[in-house]
């Protein structure tokens, strides 16, 4: 049996947990937060939340039983995403189990794109702060139902945006598709992402090119 928990904190909080082989199918469960901040008090809860939704179905499942930690890895926010991805990461360590990176923008891809090979391209943009955005382009979908990447995440200036007729502004990240996404690339023996968050941008806070000297 496969049972995934994802997470997700790039725009506020999702949490889904998936588990497998339910009566020849699938069952989902997911919780979510909008607030954009708050994502570390928001995580533990939401995970309770899917695991007591789960155990009100008839399910014994507790996080023990978790096979794999799905994570989202952006674009997104700095501070935002070092919570999610260490929560999940955390999780992952502690049960001993695989964690799975995908991207956000995949996720939302795959929730919008019709479920065959010549599904239409389009763009996901989301709101990356100081007038600029995060954009990934997709031509459609592959053979096994995953996204085809057309153009890698990138940042660009809200000046240089024109609007086009497949454009996607989420307003959440599915984390029920980041576990869709998940499940079709363990099935095809495709490869995740590399565990490393999309920020696309440096940090603001570097350390002194010098260090301080301590009078004593």
């Not at 930690?69 to 700095?78: A, D, K, M, N, S």
């Not at 995740?192 to 940090?203: E, I, N, T, V, W």
Request: net charge negative; with cysteine.
């Amino acid at each position: 049996m496969t049972i995934l928990l994802a997470i997700d904190t790039s725009i506020g909080t999702s949490v889904t947990l998936s588990v497998g082989d339910v009566h020849g199918g699938t069952a989902t469960f997911g919780a979510g937060s909008p607030a954009t901040r708050g994502h570390t008090e928001a995580i533990g809860r939401l995970i309770a939340q899917v695991f007591d939704e789960a155990q009100r179905f008839g399910l014994g499942t507790t996080p023990a039983d978790v096979t794999g930690v799905v994570v989202g890895i952006g674009p997104g926010p700095f501070t935002g995403l070092r919570v999610g991805i260490a929560a999940a990461q955390a999780f992952a360590v502690a049960r001993g189990v695989p964690l799975l990176p995908v991207s956000g923008h995949e996720a939302v891809a795959l929730s919008e794109l019709p479920d065959h090979s010549d599904a239409p391209p389009l763009r996901v943009l989301q709101d990356a702060k100081r007038q600029e955005l995060f954009v990934t382009e997709y031509a459609g979908i592959d053979a096994v139902g995953l996204p085809v990447l057309a153009a890698p995440p990138r940042l660009l200036a809200r000046n240089d945006y024109h609007a086009e007729p497949r454009d996607v502004w989420p307003e959440r990240i599915p984390s029920e598709c980041l576990v869709h996404a998940a499940e079709l690339r363990l099935r095809a023996g495709r490869a995740f992402a590399p565990p490393q968050a999309l920020y696309l941008r440096h940090p603001d806070i570097y350390p002194p090119a010098t260090p301080k000297r301590v009078s004593t």
